[in-house]
């Protein structure tokens, strides 16, 4: 049974560096081919794909983020952690992490139940 | 970056309507197109994967065609569950999400 647990802190202050932590179960990220992914969803908006961490410690980030993100693992804890600098409100939004899934064109098949973060001083 | 647009933004039907929900990339993606239902407070849930393949437990009242730039998701027969927001989502170069069609009941 996969699934997927979003952790951190639901609110900071602006210009505080965030950091989530995705603990997962069900699969492992040493598996060749897997992968997690961040994605948020302001309050009432669209979802926004973040970051990516494959198997091979390959990652990627969204153009309009890359500066203030960093996305790690541990493959022995199953955690994937993301961090964000500099928060500002506009970051406020509930952070999803999700798997890729295997031979489905890297949709998502699993989510986490997602975690609120909101900034504010 | 790729651009997805969906059209429409949102969309009033009734049970039982067939229904089609359009999701169009700025370059071609081949078929990496995936669609996802979400419900309020609920994590987006995988329907359609490579652009028409149908994820395993989905009912079979959805469907998924296109390939290139243009992109469809059709619902045969609307059912009450079926009212939610619908995104696409392609996963050609890294991923991005379209903006979202709202499916609400008329």
Redesign the interface.
């Known amino acids: 049974q996969v699934t997927l647990r979003e952790s951190g802190p639901a609110l900071v202050k602006p210009t505080q560096t965030l950091t989530l932590t995705c603990t997962f179960s069900g699969f492992s990220l040493s598996t060749s081919g897997m992968c997690v992914s961040w994605i948020r969803q302001p309050p009432g908006k669209a979802l926004e794909w973040l970051a990516r961490i494959d198997w091979d410690d390959d990652k990627y980030y969204s153009t309009s983020l890359k500066t203030r993100l960093t996305i790690s693992k541990d493959t022995s804890k199953n955690q994937v952690v993301l961090t964000m600098t500099n928060m500002d409100p506009v970051d406020t939004a509930t952070y999803y992490c999700a798997r890729k899934a295997l031979a489905a064109a890297d949709s998502y098949d699993y989510w986490g139940q997602g975690t609120l973060v909101t900034v504010s001083s | ?1 790729i651009q997805m647009t969906q059209s429409p933004s949102s969309l009033s039907a009734s049970v039982g309507d067939r229904v089609t929900i359009t999701c169009r990339a700025s370059q071609s993606i081949s ?4 669609w ?1 239902q ?1 419900k309020p407070g ?5 329907l359609i ?3 028409s ?1 149908l ?1 395993s437990g989905v009912p079979s009242r959805f469907s998924g065609s296109g390939s290139g730039t243009d992109f469809t998701l059709t619902i045969s027969s609307l059912q009450p569950e079926d009212f939610a927001t619908y ?1 696409c ?1 392609q ?1 050609y170069s ?7 069609t709202k499916l609400e009941i008329k």
């Open positions: 970056d078929s990496y197109l995936n996802y979400q609920k994590a987006p849930k995988l994967y490579a652009a393949s994820q995104y989502q996963s890294t991923s991005g999400f379209g903006q979202g």
